[in-house]
Structures are given as C-alpha cells and as structure tokens.
C-alpha cells in the first residue's frame, strides 16, 4: 500500500537555528513526493516536490527537501528557521493522478 | 487571479441532514478533488473529478458524492450526516491529473454536526 508517515507530531526549534521534519514513504514505482504547509484556519499551500533528478529539491520560503531512496525518507529542512514558519507541515506521495495520500502532518513551533 | 473558493466558510448541520459544499477552482484549471481533515490528522482523499467527470474515489460511503460542472466548478454532497462527518472539507484544484502537479487548494468549509 502507498503511504507517507511523520513520525514526529510536533517539532521544536529556537529562531535561527536549522530545522528538520521528518518523513518516510512506501510507494510502489517512482515516488514522486510533496510537502504542504498549513496556517490556522487555512487550506494547505505548495512547499516543493520531488519528481526525479536531483536530491536536493528547493522550495518556498527558503526551505529544501532531501531526497534518500535508499532510506525511503524525504525530510523536509530549513538553514535558519524564522518564528514566521510555525505552522502544520504535511508530507505526501501521489501515486496516481488522480489521488494523493497526506501524512498525519507534524506541528513546527519557532520559539523567539 | 482568484484562487480556489469555497463556500460556505462555515456550516453547523444537525444528524440526518444533508449538506451541499461549493468549489470554484482556479481559471483554466480542469481537475477538482475533495478532501476531508479530521481535526489533528491529514487530508483524506474523498474525490477527483476532470473534465466533469468523476477519475477517483476514496474509501468514504455512498452518502458522499460530488459533481462538476461546465465551467469546472464541483458540488461535494453528503447524506444523512453523522457526528463523523464533523471536518474541514477541502476543495483542490490543478491543470490536469499529472502525477507531478501540486494541488492549489481552497480555505476549505468547516462543517460541524450536533
């Protein structure tokens, strides 16, 4: 079966300091992954997406993403996290056009 | 450009009704999917429909359905509600179904049953 799980529901970091939310997949075929955020009382909005090629897929807002197959993991990270960046982070895998599967999400808080 | 609109904003139903949630998707874009979030979980995929016809379906109950419209537009239905169906529905829509398109999503609707 096709999933994504966040094995951290909440993730704390001090501003400035770098940040790392985990995920890991299981996907039959090619895995082509996403990550969304999430503010308050908002529908989710477009980080970055893996597809092929490079590992080391950049995104909005300054944040990255790091693809490992052997791993089966693709970590979502941020050099310098701003207090601004709070919010629900998801994870997903589409494995067909027309669905697409979401982790259980993992809650980042910036603390100044 | 507008993006996804969804209406209402907020809904509070009672057991048994049933209830009609809107989506307008962003100009040109074809595909609409639903998704129902649970309070503390992820997105569950409920439908996708392309080009006013129903491509996928999620493991939700018959009482859930959906339509779109010729200008793309989509309806989610849910019959006899349940104090289950408490969630906050997204609408999401994107050009097409490729498997590496991003999902432009909506506020979503918030829908409460007492």
């Known amino acids: 079966a096709q999933s994504v799980a966040q094995p951290e529901d909440q993730v704390n970091v001090a501003e400035g300091n770098p940040l790392t939310v985990k995920c890991t997949y299981s996907v039959s075929g090619n895995p082509y992954l996403f990550w969304y955020v999430q503010y308050p009382n908002r529908g989710l909005q477009f980080l970055l997406k893996y597809i092929t090629g490079d590992n080391l897929v950049k995104g909005s807002y300054g944040f990255e993403a790091e693809f490992n197959k052997s791993q089966t993991s693709f970590h979502l990270k941020k050099p310098s996290a701003l207090v601004s960046d709070s919010a629900l982070y998801f994870c997903a895998v589409r494995p067909e056009g027309f669905k697409t599967i979401f982790g259980a999400g993992t809650r980042l808080f910036v603390k100044a | 450009d507008a993006g996804v609109t969804q209406s209402p904003t907020h809904l509070i139903k009672t057991r048994g009704q049933h209830v009609t949630l809107r989506c307008s998707p962003i100009s040109g874009h074809k595909s609409v999917s639903w998704y129902q979030q649970v309070l503390g979980q992820g997105p569950q995929f409920i439908f996708q429909y392309y080009e006013k016809e129903e491509r996928g379906r999620g493991n939700f109950p018959d009482r859930f359905s959906a339509r779109q419209f010729p200008n793309y537009s989509s309806e989610l239905n849910v019959n006899a509600l349940l104090l289950g169906d408490s969630a906050l529905y997204l609408c999401?829509?994107?050009?097409?179904?490729?498997?590496?398109?991003?999902?432009?999503f909506g506020s979503g609707t918030q829908l409460s049953v007492l």
């Open positions: 999401a829509s994107s050009p097409s179904t490729g498997v590496n398109e991003k999902l432009f």
